[in-house]
């Protein structure tokens, strides 16, 4: 009896130090070969605007790192801006977007006499601040007039109604590939296909007005990147949600589109965005970017699988449990590929795998709600058990007010102070889920009990 205790006691201390992260979408850790590249490249010192041998040295490295990249994009190297954050690249893709066009457009029309100009721009209500407030700054300052596309109950938009929000003074399309709450994915490339068309209807260019930015850090680990497959004039992906380092991220833009700087200095990335490029950081975003490509499919396949596990478990020990945004049907059976039976990746014991799926969600993502307990306490009370997880996005979980994504979904308010987020990675594993299930029917069973007692 006294050994049976001792071996209970020693599985809770074990279970107590024994961390669970699923907070992926608020940040990933750095992959051993993205670190193995940040440290093999942190010898290289140099400046890589600088002529010498030193300089060039990390020249020829920054320009490895910009190649890795396009390649993953399919685009040129030209066309790959390096920048310090996803909210960077997003910002200079909205504000450096209208600059351009008071550059070039608003000044040539004043001369014309026209001097009633307003730019219009379009994006969705569940889009990452890092869009949102650059994007409601020019609106508040009188210099833009802004369409805000609702989602439906599931967080997805309309296609046509973007297609009919577009007008002759449009300048921007701004849309998420995956949203970082609920990781529902928009139908991005039939978003880039009507832009098309409607320009075509107008005579306009590929590279005119409006342009078409997608927000893809959330998408890089499951998604593709094809811009040419997707129609996109401005894309953000951003290091750290990818497995590579933090303060390093990226803004594709399509070679003749019109981008104006909002920052000034040396003029690096040429004339884009100034500032010494951090060469290591660079490339260590560039090897995670090119690791994420080829794990892709096997852990789309195996995150899938996860996720209907977890969902199908938190389902049976709490009833009561809601879900956000739609999910993806997952059946059973060995993927077939050119009319032959693919080999299946392991997943753990899991035997079943993902045949013949659309995605309409990120494979890592779970939202959901248990009733009557506060996201704060939920996501302490788990932390104290071990797990990390959040409630929305984490460059806003210091706010107090619930999630506007949720909100947007049609749910009350009370309901957006309850949710928290779930999200897997490659470290996660099925006895990883059984311990998270039981840890958040423990917290439901106790919060409901003290709350009756």
């Known amino acids: 009896m006294v050994e049976l205790t001792y071996m209970k006691n020693l599985l809770q201390m074990w279970k107590k130090h024994h961390r669970v992260y699923m907070d992926y979408a608020g940040a990933t850790p750095v992959s051993a070969l993205s670190e193995a590249a940040l440290i093999e490249t942190m010898i290289t010192y140099g400046n890589a605007?600088?002529?010498?041998?030193?300089?060039?040295?990390?020249?020829?490295?920054?320009?490895?790192?910009?190649?890795?990249?396009?390649?993953?994009?399919?685009?040129h190297a030209y066309e790959i801006y390096f920048v310090s954050s996803g909210t960077e690249s997003?910002?200079?893709?909205?504000?450096?977007?209208?600059?351009?066009?008071?550059?070039?457009?608003?000044?040539?029309?004043?001369?014309?006499?026209?001097t009633d100009v307003l730019?219009?721009?379009?994006?969705?209500?569940?889009?990452?601040?890092?869009?949102?407030?650059?994007?409601?700054?020019?609106?508040?300052?009188?210099?833009?007039?802004?369409?805000?596309?609702?989602?439906?109950?599931?967080?997805?938009?309309?296609?046509?109604?973007?297609?009919?929000?577009l007008t002759e003074d449009t300048i921007l399309v701004s849309v998420m590939y995956a949203n970082n709450e609920i990781g529902t994915l928009q139908p991005v490339?039939?978003?880039?296909?009507?832009?098309?068309?409607?320009?075509?209807?107008?005579?306009?260019?590929?590279?005119?007005?409006?342009?078409?930015h997608i927000d893809?850090?959330?998408?890089?680990?499951?998604?593709?990147?094809?811009?040419v497959r997707l129609r996109v004039h401005l894309m953000t992906v951003n290091s750290s949600k990818c497995y590579g380092p933090k303060g390093i991220a990226l803004l594709y833009k399509r070679e003749g589109v019109r981008v104006e700087p909002i920052t000034y200095g040396g003029g690096q990335e040429r004339q884009l965005r100034s500032g010494t490029e951090a060469?290591?950081?660079?490339?260590?975003?560039?090897?995670?970017?090119?690791?994420?490509?080829?794990?892709?499919?096997?852990?789309?396949?195996?995150?899938?699988l996860l996720n209907d596990f977890c969902?199908?478990?938190?389902?049976?020990?709490?009833?009561?449990?809601?879900?956000?945004?739609?999910?993806?049907?997952?059946?059973?059976?060995?993927?077939?590929?050119?009319?032959?039976?693919q080999p299946l990746?392991?997943?753990?014991?899991?035997?079943?795998?993902?045949?013949?799926?659309?995605?309409?969600?990120?494979?890592?993502?779970?939202?959901?709600?248990?009733?009557?307990?506060?996201?704060?306490?939920?996501?302490l009370r788990l932390d104290a058990l071990g797990f990390a997880v959040s409630h929305k996005s984490a460059c806003a979980s210091s706010e107090t007010d619930g999630s506007y994504v949720i909100e947007a979904l049609g749910v009350d308010k009370k309901e957006a102070l309850e949710n928290i987020r779930i999200t897997f990675g490659r470290s996660t594993t099925k006895k990883d889920i059984e311990r998270l299930v039981e840890a958040m029917k423990e917290v439901g069973e106790k919060y409901t009990s003290r709350v009756n007692g």
């Open 311 to 341: 969902r199908t478990e938190l389902t049976k020990e709490i009833p009561s449990i809601t879900y956000y945004g739609v999910f993806d049907e997952v059946k059973h059976g060995k993927p077939v590929k050119d009319g032959e039976e």
């Open 49 to 75: 605007s600088g002529i010498h041998r030193e300089g060039v040295e990390a020249g020829v490295v920054l320009d490895r790192a910009r190649g890795m990249c396009a390649t993953v994009l399919n685009a």
């Open 119 to 165: 730019p219009h721009i379009i994006t969705t209500v569940i889009e990452h601040s890092a869009v949102l407030e650059p994007i409601r700054n020019l609106e508040r300052a009188g210099k833009v007039r802004v369409t805000y596309i609702p989602v439906d109950a599931s967080g997805i938009v309309k296609v046509q109604t973007i297609r009919e929000s």
């Open 345 to 379: 990746p392991r997943n753990d014991a899991m035997e079943s795998h993902i045949t013949g799926r659309t995605m309409k969600r990120l494979p890592n993502n779970i939202n959901c709600r248990v009733p009557g307990i506060s996201s704060e306490e939920m996501i």
């Open 216 to 227: 893809a850090c959330q998408a890089a680990n499951y998604c593709n990147l094809d811009v």
């Open 189 to 212: 490339k039939e978003i880039g296909r009507a832009i098309e068309e409607w320009k075509k209807e107008h005579t306009r260019t590929h590279t005119a007005y409006p342009y078409y």
């Open 279 to 304: 060469v290591p950081l660079c490339y260590a975003f560039g090897v995670a970017l090119r690791e994420a490509k080829e794990l892709q499919e096997r852990e789309v396949w195996r995150l899938q």
């Open 90 to 114: 997003c910002n200079l893709a909205v504000m450096g977007t209208y600059e351009g066009y008071k550059k070039h457009v608003v000044s040539s029309k004043q001369q014309e006499g026209d």
